[in-house]
Each structure stands twice: as C-alpha cells, then as structure tokens.
C-alpha cells in the first residue's frame, strides 16, 4: 500500500524542481540517503515531466505530486505517473477524483470540520498545513484527541530542529519538509550534499522515534 510506504520511510521531500533535468540525479541521491519516498511540487513548471522521469528511471523511489490545485494538475501528475497526491488544502472535487481513480490523496487540514469532511470522503490520513503556522505538534496532538483513527503527515516550516518533536509522536505518519532537499542545492546539483542531509534527516529520524519507544 502506496500510503504504507510513506509510513515505513518516514520523510517526505517536498521539492520544487526549477530544471527537469535535475529529477533524476536528484531521486538517485536521496535514494543513497535512504529516503525513497518524493513529493515533486506543482509550484514549479516541468513538474509532470520531473514525475515521469523519476518513475521511468527510478522505479524503487516512491513519486508523488504536490500542490495540486487543479482537476488538470491531477490528471496530468497521474498520467505522468505520481503514485500519490498532495495538496496544501481539502477540495472535495479533487479528493472524489483521486479516490475515483484509486489514487492516495494526502489533503491538507488544519481544522475538525476539514478533517470531518475528509472523513465523510473516506480519507483517514491527512496532511497538517502548515504545520508550524497552526500550532505545531500541539495542536497535531490536540486534533488526533476526538479523531483517533486518523494520521498526520505534518508540513510547512518543519526543519531538522523540530522535527523529532513530530517523530516522536505516533499519530505521525510522516514528516513533510524541504530541509534535507534545498532548492539551492538542487539548482546547483550538489547531489553529494543532497545526499548527506537526506542520510542525516534518516538518523535523526530514527534517533527521535527509538527515544520514544516507537521503534
């Protein structure tokens, strides 16, 4: 199960592609630092093609598409691909297409009512975003209180100094962040660094969810 998967990795790239040309090597080094798990951004033009290379030319990493908007972005990431969807908000249209279509769809939420909707819609895991805007693990924690089937995949100003706060607790799913994939980086293709932070989200990772008795 594609959602298992982002479970059993437990990070979640989100990257904005500025050249499609850096998809690949970009998979590659995040795969050499155990993350094999992306989210490849719809903020940047390209990003269908970015998804469909990675798929073609990096079968063992798991390509979702995010900031999906639109009814067209969805059909295009899905054609191009993407294994799963995420957007910054709840838009029933989208969800009822993607469920439609057998495709997992991580909504962004922050409130009970979008998290009810959700539920109504047959959704159990959910993206909190943004997540340090709102409130943080707090108010991930105070949420996951009166909804105790469903999970978080947090997002949104998350970086390696917060984010064992999120690992530690298990209605987590997984951490969203952009910390350990700088577009700077990217732009520049220094795929060795890439690769170092990626191996360094992977340990503080596993440091965070082993002090909480998690693994």
Do not use: H
């Amino acid at each position: 199960m594609v959602l298992d998967k982002i479970k059993d990795c437990g990070i979640v790239p989100v990257v904005k592609l500025n050249d499609v040309k850096k998809a690949v090597p970009l998979a590659e080094a995040l795969i050499r630092g155990g993350i094999n798990v992306i989210e490849i951004t719809f903020r940047a033009a390209g990003a269908a093609e970015a998804i469909a290379d990675i798929s073609a030319n990096v079968p063992q990493m798991l390509t979702g598409a995010g900031t999906v908007l639109t009814l067209d972005q969805l059909q295009a990431a899905q054609g191009a691909g993407a294994k799963f969807i995420v957007s910054p908000g709840l838009s029933v249209g989208i969800v009822e297409e993607a469920v439609k279509n057998s495709l997992p769809i991580l909504p962004g939420v922050v409130t009970p009512g979008e998290i009810c909707l959700g539920l109504e819609l047959g959704l159990k895991i959910f993206k909190f975003f943004p997540a340090e805007n709102y409130g943080g693990i707090s108010t991930v924690k105070a949420l996951s209180a009166p909804f105790g089937d469903i999970a978080f995949v947090p997002t949104g100003g998350i970086n390696a100094k917060n984010a064992p706060d999120y690992w530690r607790f298990p209605k987590v799913w997984a951490v969203g962040g952009s910390w350990m994939v700088p577009e700077k980086l990217i732009d520049r293709g220094s795929f060795e660094e890439i690769t170092s932070l990626a191996d360094e989200a992977v340990e503080l990772m596993w440091l965070a969810k082993k002090g909480a008795g998690l693994c």
